[in-house]
């Protein structure tokens, strides 16, 4: 989880050349069959570099511990607005993507949900959630997994909530764990994103971390050929200008005519 802040170096395939119809079977068996060797050198970089921050507030958000105030109260009061809708999501079981430490469980999931699983690929992080989230009685299982291995339970969230990771993850990658986690949804449920996202119109790769920062236009696409469309989309108040725009969008599934 954090704020990188990197120049334009690398330029992934853009998927405007990509079939994007979701009536076409590109979040399928046969396409994931098709799809390149998955880029391995990719996560063992990320994981490594991880695994050299320091298990905090101050690590988790890259030395902008300052903004994290801000941001909790940003995502609660997008979170809640999303709750005015209807039908709107139960209360149940969220599901905290890309989690940390457990930042935005204890301070913005924990006191809206019942229970919170937590996905994180880091193994010392995942031990730090834990000891600090259990006591509250409401963390559930706590998958010590990179969100491109993890397979939501079907049917099991009413919210899934990722912030700050997507751009560890490949655009193939992206998209199946997208369409994944459309089947983790319950009826009426939703799933939120919180990323930085690029000022202009390419990719911005970040060396040291082994990620990317994405325009706002190439995620909706990604997450379109995913099954999901947008509902609501906010752009975070109140963070230092010198920071990448971050905006949170809701997601609901595609409806199918």
């Known amino acids: 989880m954090d704020i990188p802040l990197t120049e334009p170096d690398l330029v992934p395939s853009d998927p405007n050349t990509e079939e994007t119809n979701n009536n076409e079977s590109n979040t399928n068996d046969d396409a994931a069959?098709?799809?390149p060797p998955r880029d391995e050198k990719y996560?063992?970089?990320?994981?490594?570099?991880?695994s050299t921050v320091s298990p905090t507030v101050d690590g988790m958000l890259g030395g902008f511990a300052s903004i994290s105030f801000n941001d909790v109260r940003g995502s609660e009061q997008f979170l809640r607005n999303l709750y005015k809708l209807k039908?709107?999501?139960?209360k149940l079981w969220a599901l905290d993507c890309g989690a940390g430490?457990?930042?935005v469980s204890k301070s913005l999931l924990m006191p809206m949900f019942a229970k919170v699983d937590l996905v994180e690929q880091d193994e010392q992080f995942c031990r730090t959630a834990e000891n600090t989230l259990a006591p509250s009685g409401k963390l559930g299982t706590v998958f010590n997994l990179g969100l491109q291995d993890f397979t939501p339970?079907?049917?099991?969230?009413d919210v899934i909530w990722s912030q700050w990771v997507l751009g560890h993850l490949t655009d193939d990658d992206i998209v199946e764990f997208f369409a994944r986690c459309l089947r983790g949804l319950k009826k009426n449920g939703l799933m939120v994103l919180k990323e930085n996202f690029t000022a202009g119109p390419h990719v911005e790769p970040d060396r040291q971390d082994s990620?990317?920062?994405?325009p706002l236009p190439w995620m909706k696409k990604l997450l379109?050929?995913?099954?999901?469309?947008?509902?609501?989309?906010?752009?975070?108040?109140d963070f230092p200008k010198d920071l990448y725009p971050v905006y949170m969008l809701a997601l609901k599934p595609i409806i199918n005519s």
Do not use: C, L, M, N
């Open 43 to 50: 996560y063992q970089d990320a994981k490594q570099y991880w």
């Open 33 to 35: 069959k098709q799809r």
């Open 101 to 103: 430490i457990g930042r």
């Open 153 to 157: 339970e079907e049917g099991k969230y």
């Open 211 to 214: 990620s990317v920062t994405r």
């Open 224 to 237: 379109h050929k995913g099954g999901f469309r947008v509902i609501k989309e906010q752009k975070q108040k």
């Open 87 to 90: 039908p709107a999501p139960a």
